[in-house]
């Protein structure tokens, strides 16, 4: 695979739309990678648009729209096991609340390991407990 950057939900929702003040900065972190959405980010989209019941098609479809130029990487063996050893990192440094409250934010950090990918986020906290992880901040 090409170089890639991770995107996780909170940047996708701000690339997707140009009027955010954030907007340019994400589109100039991204630019000359193929950006990627692993399957954990997708399912948080979609959770997001079936969350908002007057306004489920509407949603569903405005977001498998905006999805098409996105390659969607899915958990491979090597996924899952550095997933794996993140969750009992994460369970063993902070307990088991904290891995319930990480578990997405995990799988976007074990398929970005896995592709020795980026990541862009708005929450560089969610991931700054994972060493060899690059994070690019929004804010």
């Known amino acids: 695979m090409q170089?890639?950057?991770?995107?996780?939900?909170?940047?996708?929702?701000?690339l997707v739309n140009p009027r955010h003040p954030s907007h340019a900065r994400i589109r100039e972190l991204a630019q000359g990678?193929?950006?990627c959405l692993p399957t954990a980010v997708v399912g948080e989209l979609f959770f997001g648009a079936f969350n908002q019941?007057?306004?489920?098609?509407?949603?569903?479809?405005?977001?498998?729209?905006?999805?098409?130029p996105f390659r969607i990487i899915r958990p491979d063996l090597e996924i899952c096991s550095i997933w794996g050893q993140l969750m009992c990192q994460r369970k063993r440094d902070f307990g088991d609340t904290k891995v319930v409250k990480d578990y997405t934010d995990i799988w976007i950090a074990a398929t970005a390991i896995r592709w020795k990918f980026?990541?862009?986020?708005?929450?560089?906290?969610?991931?700054?407990?994972?060493n060899g992880l690059m994070v690019f901040s929004i804010i």
């Open 3 to 14: 170089d890639g950057i991770i995107i996780d939900s909170g940047a996708w929702t701000i």
């Open 33 to 35: 990678y193929i950006n």
């Open 53 to 68: 019941p007057e306004r489920i098609e509407i949603r569903v479809r405005e977001i498998s729209n905006r999805l098409r």
């Open 118 to 130: 980026p990541v862009i986020t708005l929450n560089s906290k969610d991931f700054n407990w994972i």
